[in-house]
């Protein structure tokens, strides 16, 4: 008998394809947790401000990566969860009433469980999460958790998460041509809060800045529920274009400048430190100081953070401005620029890195650019423990056949039903 599944997650971001597979055993031998058989990274230029543009190119790039990790791993990818962002993703935080809720005299999990799914596909709009914030009961507001209370009128605020229907079936198309199913779609920034978050900074309130190649995507938690999303159209390929642009060099060498030597802090840079730029003009080289290629990535990065600043104003709830900020993805690795967030956003800033134990010791998945990754495969992993009846598709399936999310069937974690573990909480499980 096959005592293991394999979960397969894949971040398609709007610079790199990073795929991984992971096997969870069914055995009691076995540890519980997934082991992450094998990662695989390809470049991508598929996608534009984490839209897909190019289907035939984001497949290529998936494909490229699914045949990596099959041939390393003698396993077959037939479907994936995956993630998504871009500028069309969008979320409202609505009330609903609740109807025949409290039948058996008190409210019970299984009649919240069906009347999660109330928010809707529609308009050209797919609902990507529906996550309960509060309860109202007989007027009552901010009730995290109404089970096993009396009510004759409740209802519910969901922090509701849409995408474009266009733009969704661009991905699904990309993925079907690399040769595999979508199993789910996770919001990427939620994925990477997943990976980064500790239990306590959901808990008190935290903000994930996911700065990313094409966007930044921001996530915000209080009492362990996610109260506000919002994606900004900036990301590294900003910072890498505004130096290609003011030297008329190659993107190429200006994103090696950028890595090798860029910092916000330009004390931190030496003076007489120069850089050496491919120019468009063939075979010329052209040498910058160091100094102007750091003020170009500081302004850059005060910008962004001023853009997160004023989305952040319409994060309307009481000592919003206690909340630390975690930033993370690829662009959160410039030397310099969580100092730089710090200072703009008068926060408390830190770095996330990913800290799962699913994986080698030789592969360490430590990197903020794979924050995304480790974060759906957390949520493919608990979706599989929410529901070990996977494959009874019949029983937990709703009127357009998807899966309902099974809720509060989780003891293992004791969490929050809609919000998934958070890598700590995993890696004690073993
Ligand atoms: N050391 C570094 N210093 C500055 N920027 C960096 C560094 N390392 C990576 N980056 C930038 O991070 C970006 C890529 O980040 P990431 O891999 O998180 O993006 P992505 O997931 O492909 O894109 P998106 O999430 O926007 O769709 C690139 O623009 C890259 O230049
Ligand atoms: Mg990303």
Redesign the pocket.
């Known amino acids: 008998m096959n005592k293991s599944k394999t979960i397969a997650a894949i971040?398609?971001?709007?610079?790199?394809v990073?795929s991984l597979i992971a096997e969870v055993f069914n055995d009691e031998s076995q540890p519980k947790t997934p082991r992450i058989i094998a990662t695989s990274i390809a470049p991508?230029n598929g996608?534009k401000?984490?839209n897909v543009e190019d289907i035939k190119l984001t497949s290529a790039a998936i494909k490229q990566t699914l045949q990596d990790l099959e041939s390393r791993t003698d396993k077959k990818i037939t479907s994936a969860y995956v993630g998504i962002?871009g500028s069309h993703v969008s979320y409202e935080n609505k009330r609903s009433p609740l109807k025949d809720v409290g039948s058996y005299g008190v409210i019970t999990p299984d009649e919240l469980k069906t009347n999660t799914t109330t928010a809707k596909s529609d308009n050209g709009r797919i609902l990507l999460h529906a996550m309960p914030i509060s309860y109202t009961l007989d007027g009552a507001d901010g009730i995290r958790n109404p089970i096993g209370m009396h009510s004759d009128a409740v209802s519910v605020d969901t922090h509701v998460i849409t995408a474009d229907r266009e733009f969704l079936d661009k991905l699904t198309e990309a993925c079907k041509g690399a040769g595999i199913n979508v199993d789910a779609f996770v919001m990427?920034p939620f994925a990477s809060a997943l990976s980064t978050l500790t239990e306590q900074e959901r808990e008190q309130g935290s903000i994930i800045i996911?700065?990313?190649?094409?966007?930044?995507?921001i996530i915000a938690f209080k009492d362990d529920r996610v109260i506000y999303t919002a994606v900004v159209p900036v990301?590294?390929?900003q910072?890498?274009n505004d130096i290609a642009y003011t030297y008329d060099s190659t993107y190429e060498s200006a994103?090696k400048a950028?890595?090798d030597h860029?910092h916000t802090e330009l004390t931190a840079i030496e003076i007489s430190e120069n850089i050496s730029l491919n120019s468009n003009e063939e075979c010329q080289i052209i040498e910058v100081p160091a100094r102007e290629i750091g003020r170009l990535l500081r302004e850059r990065s005060i910008e962004l953070a001023q853009m997160v600043q004023l989305k952040l104003e319409d994060l309307r709830i009481d000592n919003s401005s206690s909340m630390r900020v975690v930033v993370t993805?690829?662009?959160s690795?410039?030397?310099g620029i969580s100092h730089l967030f710090q200072r703009y956003l008068g926060r408390r800033v830190r770095l996330g890195k990913p800290s799962i134990t699913w994986h080698n010791e030789s592969e360490k998945l430590t990197d903020?650019?794979q924050s995304?990754a480790l974060g759906i495969l957390i949520w493919a992993y608990s979706n599989l423990q929410d529901r070990p009846e996977i494959n009874d598709k019949n029983k937990y399936a709703d009127k357009d056949g998807r899966f309902l999310q099974k809720l509060l069937s989780n003891k293992t974690f004791r969490l929050s039903p809609w919000i998934r573990p958070t890598a700590q909480q995993i890696n004690n499980q073993n």
């Open positions: 971040d398609v971001g709007t610079t790199k990073f991508c996608l401000r984490g962002t990427e996911d700065i990313g190649g094409g966007t930044t995507d990301g590294g390929f910072f890498t994103e950028k890595m860029g993805g690829g662009g690795k410039l030397p903020p650019s995304t």
